[in-house]
């Protein structure tokens, strides 16, 4: 089921306009259209817009300051819709807060996929509990417990603090340098080797096969992303 809300494609090829504003109303989706960052910037504060998909690479203003301006008001999902392919502009748009990063070109199956996911993650985050589940898995992140089946999981106070950005993020890329400055703090920009080993520990405590993980899944050279399935 989709909102009343339009969702925001702030693209410069007319091509591409095109083909996202047809994919995403034969969905049921409404859609507004901006050429430019401008044009993008004054449709999303007057429009209401529930999702934004937007590029990079805009005649006028780089995507990643159309970004950081959205940021500093906006809290729905905006998916990053690139041909930049090099890890700095994906690990840049990620950490600057966009929800999602796809590369141009794509398969529009795939494209709706991960709208669907990032709208129904932002509706449900606005009315979240304290607690998640997934795959038998229990957190109440108030009570900070865990529980699988009907056994308590231990957690280290980092273990716990690491599940609980993962679960406050469901579904959003977290790059190492984000992981790192929200669970260890700023001094350890850099220390990526924390994030994997404590990763590891998680994985071990709460995938079923810790090798092929469901949950916290690897973005290679990126970060991670946890998914509570649906």
Same mark, same amino acid.
């Given at each position: 089921?989709?909102?009343?809300?339009?969702?925001?494609?702030?693209?410069?090829? $007319?091509?591409?306009?095109?083909?996202l504003?047809?994919?995403?109303?034969?969905?049921?989706?409404?859609v507004?259209?901006?050429?430019?960052?401008?044009?993008?910037?004054?449709?999303?504060?007057?429009?209401?817009?529930?999702?934004?998909?937007?590029?990079l690479?805009?005649?006028?203003?780089?995507?990643?300051?159309?970004?950081?301006?959205?940021?500093?008001?906006?809290?729905?999902?905006?998916?990053?819709?690139?041909?930049?392919?090099?890890?700095?502009?994906?690990v840049a748009?990620?950490?600057a807060?966009?929800?999602?990063?796809?590369?141009?070109p %794509?398969r529009?199956?795939?494209?709706?996929?991960r709208?669907?996911?990032?709208?129904?993650? !932002?509706?449900?985050a606005?009315?979240?509990?304290?607690?998640?589940?997934f795959?038998?898995?229990?957190?109440?992140?108030?009570?900070?417990t865990?529980?699988?089946?009907?056994?308590?999981?231990?957690?280290?106070p980092?273990?716990f603090?690491?599940?609980?950005? !993962?679960?406050?993020n469901?579904?959003? $890329?977290?790059?190492?340098?984000?992981?790192?400055?929200?669970?260890?703090?700023?001094? !350890?920009?850099?220390?990526?080797?924390?994030?994997?080993?404590?990763?590891?520990?998680?994985r071990?405590?709460?995938?079923?096969?810790?090798?092929?993980?469901? %949950?916290? $899944?690897?973005?290679?050279?990126?970060?991670y992303? !946890?998914?509570?399935?649906?």
């Amino acid at each position: 089921m989709t909102s009343n809300a339009p969702i925001l494609i702030i693209d410069d090829e $007319v091509q591409m306009r095109r083909l996202l504003r047809s994919t995403l109303e034969n969905e049921g989706y409404k859609v507004l259209l901006a050429e430019n960052g401008t044009d993008g910037l004054r449709q999303a504060e007057s429009a209401r817009a529930e999702l934004v998909i937007l590029d990079l690479g805009l005649p006028d203003i780089d995507g990643h300051e159309v970004l950081r301006r959205l940021r500093t008001w906006a809290a729905y999902p905006v998916i990053i819709l690139s041909a930049r392919t090099g890890e700095q502009d994906i690990v840049a748009a990620l950490d600057a807060g966009a929800n999602d990063y796809l590369v141009k070109p %794509f398969r529009t199956g795939e494209l709706i996929a991960r709208v669907r996911s990032a709208l129904r993650i !932002f509706h449900a985050a606005s009315r979240a509990s304290s607690v998640a589940s997934f795959g038998g898995v229990r957190v109440d992140l108030d009570a900070h417990t865990v529980t699988k089946g009907d056994q308590p999981v231990k957690l280290t106070p980092t273990e716990f603090a690491l599940l609980s950005l !993962f679960v406050r993020n469901e579904g959003k $890329v977290l790059t190492h340098a984000y992981i790192l400055q929200q669970v260890w703090g700023p001094k !350890f920009e850099g220390e990526s080797q924390y994030t994997r080993v404590y990763v590891g520990q998680l994985r071990k405590k709460l995938e079923d096969d810790p090798n092929e993980p469901k %949950f916290i $899944v690897t973005e290679s050279g990126i970060g991670y992303r !946890f998914s509570a399935g649906e």
